[in-house]
């Protein structure tokens, strides 16, 4: 495929992937001394959606809720989001999951059984892509379940039958999968897709590399591939073009979440038909203010 950003993108962003409740503090204090605290949804999947909105297109997010209060209280937010959840399922037997964000302590997750690790290739007949200009999917949803892996293969396989573009956010979880387990299956679907985001420090961790370039021998078969290094910056491979593009100065409150407003806006961006060097600058942007916000979509940035 020749360079992606050729064009604007008519159609909206499909995404699939496990979204839980979050419980956070309201405030940057830890869980244990916070009095007051925030219900909300994410997931890395629904958090793209939702920031591809806010950067001004369309988005659609399916997946497995539990049919609970937490599930309907998922639904409610991302509907207020401005993302398409008309095709959400409804699960009777499982519950919708769940996970605690401790600022600057990482996050605690309870989603053992949950809905969405029950997604499987028979839920993906029913979702429709006629109006998809991206279809972006994670390496966390495939680490689920097997029956969740296979659902990925599944949407893989319609979008590129389809001629659809494929972005990729490699998003390796050492807690759902081991790295030398999850290594070769995220190398495999990261190498499927049309687009790939990846982190330097956890490319080096599943497959040893030291620099971007080492990453893109690992990842030859994406047309654009995103190496980010935190505070540094991202590395851009377009094909055998290359550029680096710095990281804007930000103070940090809560790192969870901005590799997906990256994603979001990197890939409104594109949709929009801006080049991958403006499309970067969206992401950092987008990442600087999740940065700053113990929410993953922003709210006290509205």
């Not at 029913?126 to 379940?145: E, K, Q, R, W, Y």
């Not at 970067?280 to 940035?301: I, K």
């Amino acid at each position: 495929m020749d360079s992606l950003a050729v064009k604007r993108r008519e159609g909206v962003l499909v995404t699939v992937g496990e979204t839980m409740a979050v419980i956070t503090p309201k405030s940057a204090a830890s869980i244990i001394d916070a009095d007051d605290f925030r219900v909300d949804a994410g997931g890395a999947e629904s958090n793209v959606a939702a920031h591809v909105v806010r950067c001004g297109r369309g988005a659609r997010w399916y997946s497995r809720l539990g049919r609970d209060a937490l599930g309907a209280r998922v639904h409610r937010i991302l509907q207020q989001r401005g993302v398409d959840v008309s095709g959400v399922l409804w699960d009777d037997h499982s519950p919708t999951g769940l996970y605690v964000k401790e600022p600057g302590g990482g996050v605690n997750y309870y989603r053992a059984g949950s809905a969405a690790s029950k997604l499987s290739p028979s839920d993906i007949e029913a979702m429709s892509l006629d109006d998809a200009a991206f279809v972006h999917l994670t390496g966390i949803t495939p680490a689920l379940s097997e029956s969740a892996a296979s659902a990925i293969e599944t949407v893989l396989i319609e979008a590129r039958r389809r001629g659809i573009i494929i972005s990729f956010d490699v998003n390796h979880r050492p807690g759902l999968w081991p790295a030398p387990f999850a290594a070769p299956i995220l190398s495999s679907l990261a190498n499927s897709a049309d687009i790939v985001f990846v982190g330097l420090d956890e490319a080096s961790r599943l497959w040893n590399t030291a620099t971007p370039r080492d990453v893109r021998a690992q990842l030859p078969s994406a047309q654009s591939l995103i190496v980010k290094d935190g505070a540094v910056g991202a590395t851009v491979f377009d094909g055998d073009h290359e550029f680096f593009v710095p990281t804007p100065p930000v103070e940090v409150i809560e790192e969870v979440g901005a590799g997906d407003a990256f994603a979001g806006a990197f890939l409104a961006a594109l949709m929009q038909g801006e080049d991958l060097h403006s499309s970067t600058v969206a992401g950092h942007a987008q990442a600087a203010l999740a940065l700053r916000s113990t929410s993953d979509f922003l709210e006290e940035a509205r």
